[in-house]
């Protein structure tokens, strides 16, 4: 089959990109063939800054109504790609702006927010980030942010989230959790990536694992090309099973590096301490995935190792449909 073809009348998924989207990223997107993304760019944000979040994409959609629409449920995505365009999941990569009220969790609902990074990097009132000195697990009040984040059909992303409290919040949800931008460990030990074990326990209980092309993650670092992306979903792929595996890029276009917005999102709390060199170290993304248009060339190289058609529709957007069904009511 060809993998054009393949391509084209996929459903294909991004769960994860923190980009500072425009016009000309949407139309990358589209002629990439991208179905739908999840813009997460909340890291820090409180309550304000999360309405803000809300507000700036319900502009940016309108105008943008030509290629771009809103994302709240599944039917949307279908329709998105029945229509050409790119669908818009509003996505955040922390709990913050919930601050310490649990009925703000179904007031973002309301408003389109479909998918929460539990913590980001370090502690909140939920859990620990990975990279917090201690991490302790999920707290009391996280398990009451957890049953109300079920309850209101929100999908719980523990991309950035400490190994204990990952674990903690996979077996204590009775929905399944993601994992959207992530690679293992166990092809690269370095504290981003996570270990067999929770990659093991987020399947288990239904969840799917996102690829993520973060280059300090992956083996040849800045030297990778899409054939180490694709060698990570092998490696996740032979751990889970294929119905767990799917794609999380982590895009941060139009986020110059260094520059403000990079320097702010790798503080703590985005005023304290320098936590990575994330935000001004030389990144690159993966050779011949670096942009949303480069979307066929995973589709190319998972048809060169002689996938099946269903396996890599699956791995493109089926999984994520699938847990989103599940989980968004």
Avoid at 41 to 49: D, K, M, P
Avoid at 147 to 174: F, K, N, P, W
């Amino acid at each position: 089959m060809n993998e054009i073809y393949i391509h084209s009348s996929s459903i294909v998924i991004d769960a994860l990109q923190c980009s500072d989207f425009n016009r000309d990223i949407l139309l990358e997107a589209q002629a990439g063939g991208v179905t739908a993304i999840s813009a997460s760019s909340v890291l820090w944000e409180n309550f304000r800054g999360g309405i803000e979040y809300v507000i700036m994409w319900k502009q940016k959609l309108a105008e943008n109504a030509d290629i771009a629409m809103p994302v709240k449920t599944l039917d949307d995505i279908r329709r998105a790609k029945a229509a050409g365009k790119v669908g818009i999941i509003f996505g955040w990569q922390n709990t913050s702006p919930v601050e310490d009220r649990l009925d703000y969790f179904g007031i973002f609902k309301d408003l389109g927010v479909n998918i929460m990074q539990l913590t980001y990097n370090t502690q909140n009132l939920f859990g620990a980030g990975y990279l917090e000195e201690k991490d302790s697990g999920l707290t009391g009040f996280g398990r009451e942010a957890v049953d109300e984040m079920g309850r209101c059909g929100i999908l719980i992303d523990l991309s950035h989230v400490g190994i204990q409290t990952s674990l903690d919040t996979i077996a204590y949800s009775e929905k399944p959790v993601a994992i959207t931008h992530c690679l293992p460990r166990g092809l690269k030990d370095v504290p981003r990536n996570k270990p067999d074990e929770v990659f093991k326990a987020c399947a288990e209980k239904g969840g799917v694992i996102g690829t993520s092309l973060f280059a300090p993650g992956l083996a040849k670092g800045n030297d990778a090309t899409v054939a180490d992306v694709i060698d990570a979903m092998e490696y996740t792929m032979d751990l889970v099973g294929e119905d767990h595996v799917a794609i999380g890029t982590d895009f941060n276009h139009n986020r110059p590096r260094p520059g403000p917005w990079l320097l702010w999102a790798n503080k703590d709390k985005g005023t304290g301490r320098t936590l990575t060199e994330f935000g001004s170290a030389k990144i690159t993304k993966p050779e011949g995935i670096r942009r949303n248009d480069e979307f066929p060339n995973l589709t190319a190289e998972m048809q060169r190792r002689g996938w099946s058609q269903t396996r890599i529709e699956k791995i493109l957007g089926g999984n994520w449909m699938r847990l989103f069904g599940t989980v968004w009511g």
